[in-house]
Nanobody, 121 residues
Framework: QVQLVESGGGYVQAGESLRLSCTAS????????MGWFRQAPGKEREFVAA????????YSTDSVKGRFTISRDNAKNTVYLQMNSLKPEDTAVYFC??????????????WGQGTQVTVSS
């Protein structure tokens, strides 16, 4: 079993930054890819970014390229999502996920409880 706990969400103005963290416990964190998804009210959960087990490769959806950066610290069992130049359309609950891959939510096995990000204009 894997437990994922997100933190770092909040309320910011457009153009500001936030850094989300997701700390894992349970199985060996460093052996698995990690991902971030988000879900806005009334919408499906959508892929944001993912990182391989070593951190050597990252992937992100087009709408966040150049603004969001995913990274990980395997020594701390933590994955991060640095979000810069935030826009109101980035408002959502952000979830981290592990033991999976790809850009669909069904491809990931474990999920955190989510952290709210609200960006005002």
């Amino acid at each position: 079993q894997v437990q994922l706990v997100e933190s770092g969400g909040g309320y910011v103005q457009a153009g500001e930054s936030l850094r989300l963290s997701c700390t894992a416990s349970g199985r060996t964190f460093s052996a698995y890819a990690m991902g971030w998804f988000r879900q806005a009210p009334g919408k499906e959960r959508e892929f944001v970014a993912a990182i391989t087990w070593s951190g050597a490769s990252t992937y992100s959806t087009d709408s966040v390229k150049g603004r969001f950066t995913i990274s990980r610290d395997n020594a701390k069992n933590t994955v991060y999502l640095q979000m810069n130049s935030l826009k109101p359309e980035d408002t959502a609950v952000y979830f981290c996920a592990s033991h999976g891959g790809g850009s669909t939510a069904t491809g990931w096995r474990y999920w955190g409880q989510g952290t709210q990000v609200t960006v005002s204009s």
